[in-house]
């Protein structure tokens, strides 16, 4: 059985072409998209972190950009 994935394959395989891969493998779709989950796990935890540390249990977007501008 396929592991679930958090992203589709199809869209990231559509965002590589939109951006000029003519030709896209399989398994550099299945890199990218286990790269970008892995990061998006990252930050949401590093977040998460920021969130608990303001006592809210809420993670906002706010959070998410303090992850990025801090550079995680």
């Known amino acids: 059985?396929?592991?679930k994935?958090?992203?589709?394959w199809s869209p990231v395989r559509d965002l590589m072409k939109s951006v000029g891969a003519q030709i896209v493998?399989?398994?550099?779709?299945?890199?990218?998209?286990?790269y970008l989950e892995?990061?998006?796990?990252d930050i949401t935890t590093n977040a998460l972190k920021l969130t608990r540390?303001?006592?809210?249990?809420?993670l906002t977007k706010d959070?998410?950009?303090?992850?990025?501008k801090m550079g995680e």
Request: charged residues 40%; proline residues 0%; without cysteine.
């Open 1 to 3: 059985m396929a592991k």
């Open 5 to 8: 994935r958090a992203l589709a």
């Open 25 to 34: 493998a399989r398994d550099a779709v299945d890199l990218l998209i286990k």
């Open 38 to 41: 892995e990061k998006a796990k």
């Open 53 to 58: 540390h303001s006592k809210r249990t809420k």
């Open 63 to 68: 959070d998410i950009e303090l992850v990025l």
